[in-house]
C-alpha cells in the first residue's frame, strides 16, 4: 500500500476562496482523523470517521468548515469561505479499529490564505 | 482541559546520551493506548511507540523505551544514546474510549535538539 495520500501538498489561496483538500487512507482502515497542526495550537484534532460515518466534529473550529467521507477510499475537508486564520498544515490519518493502531499520516497540506 | 500535557517545549543532549521526555495524560477510561510520534523538520509524522493500558511491561523499540507509569499517569519517552537525526518534535499522544469508538489526540510536543 502506499501508504495515506493527501492531495495537495501545498495550496495557496485567497481570501473568500473555497479551498478542498483530499485525502486517501490506507485500504482496511476503519478510521480516518483530520488534523490541523499550527505553531500556536499544535495538532489539534478536527474530525474524525468510523467506517465513513463522522462520529465527532466537535474540533471543527467553525461551520466555514466541512468534512465527508462518501466512500472508504476518500475523504474531503472543505473551507469556504477561507480566511488567513486558516493557514496551517493540515494532515490526514488512517489507522485500524482498534486501541493498539497507531495512525498512519499522509504528508500533510500546507495552506496558505493570503 | 488538557488531556495530554507535554510541560518540555525544548530540550537539548548530547550527541550518544540518553534523553527523556515527559508526558502525562488525564482519562478516566481503565483501557487506553499511548503513542509517541517524531515529526523531523521536514514535517512528516513518524510512529515511534506504543503502550497499552494493561501492559505491564514497558514498552521498547530500539533505542526507544517507554516509561510507563499508570499511578502516576505517565507515559514518558526514554531516547537512548542519541543521534544527531534524533533532532526532531516529539509528540504525546492517547487513545482512548469515546462512546465506543477511539479517538486520538495529541500534546502540545517537545522540540529535541541533539548536540554533537
Known amino acids: 500500500d502506499a501508504g495515506v495520500i493527501q492531495s495537495p501538498r501545498h495550496e495557496v489561496t485567497e481570501m473568500g476562496q473555497e479551498v478542498t483538500l483530499r485525502c486517501k487512507p490506507i485500504?482496511?482502515?476503519?478510521?480516518l482523523f483530520w488534523y490541523r497542526q499550527t505553531m500556536m495550537r499544535g495538532l489539534e484534532l478536527l474530525i474524525y470517521?468510523?467506517?465513513?460515518?463522522?462520529?465527532?466534529d466537535s474540533g471543527m473550529p467553525e461551520d466555514r468548515f466541512s468534512a465527508k467521507m462518501p466512500n472508504a477510499s476518500f475523504s474531503t475537508l472543505k473551507i469556504q469561505p477561507s480566511e488567513p486564520r486558516d493557514s496551517a498544515v493540515y494532515f490526514c490519518?488512517?489507522?485500524?479499529?482498534?486501541?493498539?493502531?497507531?495512525?498512519?499520516f499522509g504528508q500533510g497540506t500546507r495552506l496558505t490564505v493570503v | 482541559a488538557q488531556k495530554i500535557t507535554q510541560t518540555q517545549p525544548g530540550m537539548f543532549v548530547q550527541e550518544k546520551e540518553a534523553v527523556t521526555l515527559d508526558c502525562t495524560y488525564d482519562?478516566?477510561?481503565?483501557?487506553?493506548?499511548l503513542f509517541w510520534y517524531k515529526q523531523p523538520s521536514s514535517g512528516e509524522m513518524i510512529f515511534l511507540i506504543y503502550?497499552?493500558?494493561?501492559?505491564?511491561q514497558n514498552a521498547t523499540e530500539g533505542r526507544y523505551s517507554l516509561n510507563f507509569q499508570k499511578a502516576r499517569k505517565s507515559a514518558n519517552l526514554v531516547i537512548s544514546a542519541s543521534q544527531l537525526g534524533d533532532s526532531a518534535m516529539y509528540f504525546c499522544?492517547?487513545?482512548?474510549?469515546?462512546?465506543?469508538?477511539?479517538?486520538?489526540?495529541f500534546g502540545a510536543g517537545t522540540r529535541l535538539a541533539v548536540h554533537p
Open positions: 490519518a488512517s489507522s485500524l479499529d482498534h486501541q493498539g493502531g497507531e495512525a498512519f
Open positions: 485500504s482496511g482502515h476503519d478510521y
Open positions: 470517521f468510523n467506517n465513513n460515518v463522522p462520529i465527532d
Open positions: 482519562t478516566s477510561d481503565q483501557s487506553y493506548g
Open positions: 503502550q497499552g493500558s494493561y501492559d505491564e
Open positions: 499522544a492517547m487513545r482512548e474510549g469515546h462512546g465506543g469508538y477511539n479517538k486520538l489526540i
